[in-house]
């Protein structure tokens, strides 16, 4: 009953048909890629996915991790896996040959890193926290660091964790009391962290921690945070490890999903402190680890689109499977049905289907920004997707992750009582769900940083941008004799409308009245995810159409897809309207209730 099989199909053709190939070869050095090679890399990865990762899923469920003797034990299977990973070469795709990476475009790493999300969820944060670790070095570490560590990093030989949290210092990391001395030429780390993702484990031969801690004399708050590398094994000068670091994982914690990752309450410096190397400059930590955190919040959005693919592909087999009533239309029908038949279980499989889609168009996207802001000839090309990418990062994180725990949910109902059984795994996807819209910053946190930082504190630059971009795409569409492609091209076009007139309203009233704005700030969110995210697939839309215009290809799928698009367009993008009515509204009973007001 819970089966899994990438979806290499849909995902070359929103490779193929909204960013294009010939679109990724003109970047240098990507010259080479066809859509051969991109079809080949993604079967490979699938299958990986499907034969390897998928069987474990549950094995990690249900055994979950052990803290045994000071060292993680992780569940039945995963070292062998993971090492099959490092094998085959996987971690290394987007890297630099410099570092013994592959060098290929970024759009083939997302790709792959949502079917492997999608197979095993707990196991798939271990690239997925080392891809973002890597871009980090990349960009921040000195030559010698880089020298030392990267290599072992690309390779996937040696992972990474990122060490933020303290027992009293969660999103806010002003409050932060990890300690660290100056001790010739590295510091010594002392302190507790929590809630560290694979803070220990027996995946890899080394574990490069990522950690935020304070010098002596660092100015308060956030100016006063240094990011360090602290390894479990300290590197000899000849690359061989040595000894173990003073650190040490106390506890794991016990928790509602992830059970095959480790989650750990780490110590550092219980013997005299951990030795670490400075990433950066002393207090400027946070630009280190903000490079980390922007790309972990895209791969945890691309989690939120792997859930809901693995949740929807479970609830379909099953609706498929489970015979229940009779058909609602025809006379000759037996008295027994597949429940899949029901336009209700339709509905709710369209749902989930088309937000599965709609996530997969912007995580798409958002990997080709990345591509272009590296790779474009053209400065002033590359800082507008760096820009874009910044923008859309809060809305991939948070309003994918929303929708994939609604969807999760879905899944479950679509299995009736049954759902709520553990043994089907649908329960499985919902609690897997469920932290993706808490780590890497609360999705409350991702509203605030969009409609704060993107909108108010740059006068709406970037997102304005993309409106006019996005309105001059719908004004040249042209739905033919196309009934399913006008209704999506007419929501479209409001929901992009309503998104602009919202801008508007925040920008005219962010000065005035700063706590209604803010109190709107998960509105907003909602109706730019809704708004930008029905601009992309309409684009897959109209493309679709043009493939059923021609010919080329009459098949059943294809013709669901623009039946998904559809339904997304008639059932999510009316909401838009209600997000700028609540948005215009300035939310009094928020800004007006008061603490005592709640009893």
């Known amino acids: 009953m819970e089966t899994y099989a990438a979806p290499v199909t849909d995902l070359q053709f929103v490779i193929e048909n909204l960013l294009g190939y010939d679109n990724i070869s003109g970047l240098e050095p990507f010259g080479d890629v066809t859509p051969e090679l991109g079809g080949a890399i993604l079967k490979e990865a699938a299958k990986f996915s499907d034969e390897i990762l998928a069987p474990l899923n549950r094995v990690g469920d249900q055994q979950g991790c052990v803290l045994e003797n000071g060292v993680v034990r992780t569940p039945e299977g995963f070292p062998d896996a993971y090492r099959q990973m490092i094998d085959a070469g996987w971690i290394s795709m987007a890297a630099p040959e410099e570092y013994g990476g592959q060098n290929l475009p970024t759009v083939f790493a997302i790709a792959a890193f949502e079917m492997w999300s999608a197979a095993n969820t707990a196991f798939g944060l271990v690239p997925v926290l080392s891809q973002s670790a890597i871009d980090l070095m990349l960009e921040h570490a000195d030559p010698g660091l880089k020298q030392t560590y990267l290599h072992k990093m690309v390779s996937g030989e040696w992972t990474t964790t990122m060490n933020l949290t303290e027992p009293q210092a969660g999103s806010d990391l002003s409050l932060l009391r990890t300690k660290a001395v100056k001790e010739d030429d590295h510091y010594r780390i002392s302190g507790q962290k929590i809630y560290i993702s694979g803070g220990d484990h027996d995946l890899s031969d080394n574990i490069v921690h990522l950690v935020l801690a304070r010098l002596p004399d660092a100015p308060p708050g956030n100016r006063g945070i240094s990011l360090f590398l602290v390894p479990k094994y300290l590197v000899r000068e000849n690359g061989e490890l040595g000894n173990r670091n003073d650190l040490r994982p106390l506890s794991l914690e016990t928790k509602l999903g992830i059970h095959g990752n480790p989650t750990c309450v780490m110590s550092y410096g219980d013997n005299g402190g951990a030795v670490g190397y400075l990433i950066g400059g002393e207090n400027q930590g946070l630009a280190g680890m903000f490079t980390m955190m922007n790309l972990a919040r895209l791969m945890v959005g691309l989690q939120g689109v792997a859930i809901t693919e693995r949740a929807y592909q479970q609830a379909l087999s099953y609706a498929k499977d489970r015979l229940q009533g009779s058909r609602s239309n025809g006379t000759d029908a037996p008295s027994l049905a597949p429940i899949i038949h029901h336009p209700d279980v339709k509905r709710m499989l369209l749902d989930m289907k088309c937000i599965a889609e709609a996530g997969r168009c912007l995580t798409l996207y958002a990997a080709y920004c990345i591509d272009l802001s590296k790779r474009h000839a053209d400065a002033a090309t590359r800082q507008k997707f760096s820009d874009r990418l910044s923008l859309l990062t809060p809305v991939i994180k948070a309003w994918i992750t929303d929708r994939a725990i609604d969807c999760a949910s879905t899944g479950i109902q679509v299995h009736g009582g049954l759902g709520y059984i553990e043994d089907t795994g649908a329960a499985q996807h919902f609690r897997d769900a469920r932290i993706m819209a808490i780590y890497e910053g609360t999705n409350g946190i991702q509203a605030n940083d969009l409609i704060g930082r993107k909108i108010v504190r740059e006068y709406g630059t970037s997102m304005l941008g993309l409106i006019s971009e996005m309105k001059e795409d719908l004004a040249g569409a042209k739905a033919a004799d196309g009934e399913a492609l006008a209704a999506i091209l007419s929501a479209t076009r409001q929901s992009v409308d ?61 013709k669901g897809r623009i039946l998904s698009a559809r339904h997304f367009a008639e059932t999510f993008l009316p909401q838009t309207k209600a997000a700028l009515s609540t948005l215009r509204s300035g939310q009094p009973a928020i800004t007006e209730m008061s603490e005592a007001m709640f009893g």
Request: aromatic share 4%; hydrophobic share 45%; net charge negative.
């Open 498 to 558: 309503d998104l602009d007139s919202a801008v508007d309203w925040i920008l005219g009233s962010a000065s005035d009245d700063p706590d209604g704005v803010s109190a709107g700030a998960a509105a907003f969110l909602k109706l730019s995810g809704d708004a930008i995210c029905g601009w992309l697939v309409a684009k897959c839309a109209i493309a679709t159409q043009n493939l059923l215009d021609q010919g080329e290809n009459k098949s059943e799928p294809l």
